[in-house]
């Protein structure tokens, strides 16, 4: 396959990341994941603008604007023919001698770019999937979307070892988002999500559901919720880039009311699939 590094189109195997980059070394960086279906990005404008405000708050210097970053992405796509997947891409604070502080000016960002190919999770969509809950041990600026990913992966790695497909995080009290997606829970008709702020990362995916229900009429509220609502919920759903509005079925091995994908659930996977194809 054709993967983008550092501007130039080049062959997987020709890729090569020096031992001293700061992102093999101290996780020093940011990426994002897109969808892609039928040869097209999805919302690929608002997950530029995020890497990009990543890309401030840790003070990485992107030399590419958004609509470069799209026409080099674009043809990466086009030059591995993918049709439904994913283009994951970084970018690290560079190659230097190894050195917690920042290196010098002169120091350019490592920036890659692949593609790979991902159907629609359609089974996890139709019968819903297992989760466990987890305490959030990362840090508390999960906003910015880094390579340190310690936290999550030890997260998703015990819902992979209890036999579930994501892991739920709570501080103190209160569900933050899962391992890789955000957390949705329904009562009635009412819809809640954890608020936008430092201890969950915006997704783009959560995004567009909030602009779903505004469109559609649906009653939303950004504010965390506890545990104890989420056990007792009507409803729960997770949202990410590569699974979408995937029902949960099952909490720490307890059925989500009768253990079937909710109504409100159904709407809104009705209303994202309309806006994805
Ligand atoms: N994960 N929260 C976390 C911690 C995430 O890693 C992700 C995405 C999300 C959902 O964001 P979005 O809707 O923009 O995909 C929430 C990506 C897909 C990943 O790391 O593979």
Redesign the pocket.
């Known amino acids: 396959s054709t993967v983008l590094m550092n501007g130039e189109f080049i062959p997987r195997e020709e890729a090569k990341v020096d031992i001293e980059d700061r992102g093999y070394q101290f996780g020093d960086g940011i990426y994002e994941?897109i969808r892609v279906y039928n040869g097209k990005m999805f919302m690929a404008k608002e997950?530029l603008e995020r890497l990009s405000a990543s890309s401030e708050k840790i003070g990485i210097a992107i030399s590419y604007s958004i609509s470069e970053l799209t026409n080099l992405l674009e043809a990466l796509i086009a030059k591995n023919s993918l049709s439904t997947g994913i283009l994951y891409m970084q970018f690290t604070r560079g190659t230097s001698p190894r050195n917690h502080g920042f290196p010098t000016d002169d120091v350019t960002p490592t920036f890659v770019a692949y593609t790979k190919l991902l159907q629609r999770p359609l089974e996890n969509l139709e019968n819903g999937v297992s989760v466990i809950t987890v305490e959030d041990i990362r840090w508390s600026r999960?906003d910015i979307?880094s390579l340190n990913l310690l936290g999550?992966v030890i997260a998703k790695q015990k819902a992979a070892e209890a036999g579930c497909y994501e892991s739920i995080q709570y501080r103190e009290l209160s569900v933050t988002?899962?391992?890789?997606?955000?957390i949705w829970i329904v009562n009635g008709e009412k819809i809640q999500t954890h608020e936008a702020n430092q201890f969950?990362?915006n997704?783009?995916?959560?995004q567009k559901i909030i602009q779903l229900c505004n469109e559609n009429g649906m009653e939303l509220e950004e504010k965390a919720f506890s545990i104890e609502d989420l056990i007792d919920a009507d409803e729960v759903f997770l949202?990410?880039?590569?699974s979408e509005v995937t029902p949960i079925t099952s909490v720490n091995n307890v059925p989500v009311k009768e253990g079937k994908v909710g109504e409100v659930t159904k709407k809104l996977q009705g209303l994202f699939v309309d806006a994805i194809i």
């Open positions: 994941v997950h999960c979307k999550n988002e899962g391992s890789s997606s955000n969950i990362l997704g783009i995916t959560r949202s990410s880039t590569t």
